[in-house]
């Protein structure tokens, strides 16, 4: 479903090459591989670049391969339509040390993945913080529709008051997963037939309307949509921090739409303006 919700913001900043870089392991080549459909699918042209190993700590070389692929592209396309889409983890911010010098992949615009959505340690280091703001970098992440607040809002306080901390998206959906289990296994008489319970399960969770919005299961029996959050870098009251620029809203019956809190440009802008000093 990630890509499902960042290939339509992609499309909709005008990108219509992407080239790849990522971290070469099962879950972030997935994603690859899955973004690739996607973009594809709505006639982007996606172009496969380097694969760094989980136990990489130099990341030069695979950016030197990301810059001459990249090169390529803008050569042969307009500069504005070329981005970077990169699924990563914490080495993101060496990475980004190794990107900053180069001032091609400083012109474009970059993408992420949920492994590096809200990741102090990157808001913490002012150099690649100062790159992530320039170059846009929106990371998806399970998000909440801001229209079911009242929905939402009151257990998230109640959660908050007992807790100290308020639940995000994956609580939240956590909980209504434990209450479709329960009228499942309330619905079966508390059945140990584990294929009745999983029948019931299907049958409890499909149309299910939660905290995290209405359930729609696909044929493996996996939830077929969901809302995502768009977390970057961004320039609040004078300190670069972590915040939400867009959002999408999932259609249960398929689809959904990007719901933006700012543009890309005008972040862009206020954002060269206030990590100048730092870079």
């Not at 950016?63 to 339509?81: C, I």
């Not at 010098?101 to 990741?119: F, I, N, Q």
């Not at 959050?229 to 398929?254: K, M």
Request: aromatic letters at 8%; proline letters at 4%.
């Amino acid at each position: 479903m990630e890509t499902e919700a960042l290939a339509p913001l992609i499309w909709e900043d005008g990108i219509r090459t992407l080239v790849t870089i990522g971290r070469d392991d099962i879950g972030n080549e997935g994603l690859q591989i899955a973004m690739k459909r996607n973009f594809e699918g709505k006639g982007g042209r996606v172009i496969d670049g380097p694969r760094y190993s989980a136990t990489a700590t130099d990341y030069g070389p695979s950016v030197q391969t990301l810059s001459a692929r990249a090169k390529a592209a803008v050569e042969q396309n307009d500069p504005k339509a070329v981005g970077i889409y990169l699924t990563a983890f914490s080495e993101v911010v060496d990475l980004f040390h190794a990107a900053q010098s180069d001032p091609l992949l400083g012109s474009l615009r970059w993408y992420g993945s949920d492994g590096v959505a809200e990741l102090p340690a990157l808001v913490k280091d002012p150099r690649s913080a100062a790159f992530a703001a320039k170059v846009g970098y929106p990371n998806p992440n399970v998000g909440l529709d801001q229209s079911r607040r009242a929905r939402w809002q009151p257990l998230s306080d109640q959660v908050k008051e007992i807790t100290g901390s308020a639940p995000d998206a994956f609580g939240l959906a956590a909980y209504d997963a434990f209450r479709v289990a329960t009228q499942a296994y309330l619905a079966t008489g508390g059945t140990n037939q584990t294929a009745w319970l999983r029948e019931a399960i299907t049958q409890a969770a499909n149309g299910y309307d939660g905290l995290s919005g209405e359930m729609v299961l696909n044929d493996a029996g996996d939830r077929k949509s969901g809302d995502f959050a768009f977390w970057a870098i961004r320039e609040v009251n004078g300190i670069l921090q972590w915040t939400i620029v867009a959002q999408y809203r999932a259609d249960p019956s398929g689809g959904g739409s990007i719901v933006r809190a700012e543009s890309f440009h005008e972040a862009l802008a206020r954002n060269e303006a206030a990590t100048a000093t730092l870079e």
